[in-house]
């Protein structure tokens, strides 16, 4: 009977040791997939950043653009039809916050 326990215990430590084994391994893993989300987090941030640069220059553009046209426009066209013409370019800068 004894020869009995003592393999049960055996068996049972080598199950431990494994399960031990395999959670060791397991925190490896998500310590390296914590790194990697950082690092696609970072990423992601840069790129939001630079995103907004982007849109900020083209909204400074678009509204240099707008200033310069809607002169030209209006002198052409005395009674205001072209200051109407400018319906979309207007309509492409208000989505912009203008």
């Given at each position: 009977a004894s020869?009995?326990?003592?393999?049960?215990?055996?068996?049972v430590a080598q199950e431990l040791v494994g399960?031990?084994?395999?959670?060791?391994?397991?925190?490896?893993?998500?310590?390296?997939?914590?790194?990697?989300?950082v690092k696609a987090q970072e990423k992601s941030m840069s790129f939001a950043s630079k995103l907004t640069r982007l849109e900020t220059?083209?909204?400074?553009k678009?509204?240099?653009t707008l200033r310069d046209v809607a002169p030209s426009?209006?002198?052409k066209d005395a009674k205001g039809a072209g200051v109407a013409g400018l319906g979309p370019v207007q309509n492409v800068l208000g989505r912009f916050g203008s």
């Open positions: 020869a009995l326990l003592r393999e049960e215990g055996e068996r399960a031990k084994l395999r959670l060791a391994e397991s925190e490896e893993q998500l310590v390296k997939l914590r790194r990697q989300l220059k083209f909204y400074a678009m509204k240099s426009k209006a002198k």
